[in-house]
């Protein structure tokens, strides 16, 4: 059964660097250099809010 404590807020980042908020379950959730990685082969990622930002420049660079 889900409850609401499998689900976290986080930020959809997308290949072009367009961020959007939500929520989604924790266990999909990035580590910021994963993300970074996962970026380039998925073209979307689900990092935690406090994230966002060091992933989105990080994938600038």
């Not at 660097?17 to 999909?28: E, F, S, T, W």
């Not at 082969?41 to 689900?46: A, C, D, K, L, T």
Request: positive net charge; aromatic residues 4%; glycine residues 6%.
């Amino acid at each position: 059964m889900k409850t609401s404590s499998d689900y976290a807020p986080c930020v959809r980042i997308d290949a072009n660097g367009n961020m959007r908020r939500g929520n989604v379950k924790a266990a999909l959730l990035l580590q910021p250099d994963a993300a970074r990685a996962a970026l380039v082969e998925r073209g979307v990622v689900y990092v935690r809010v406090e994230d966002a930002e060091a992933v989105r420049r990080g994938a600038e660079s």
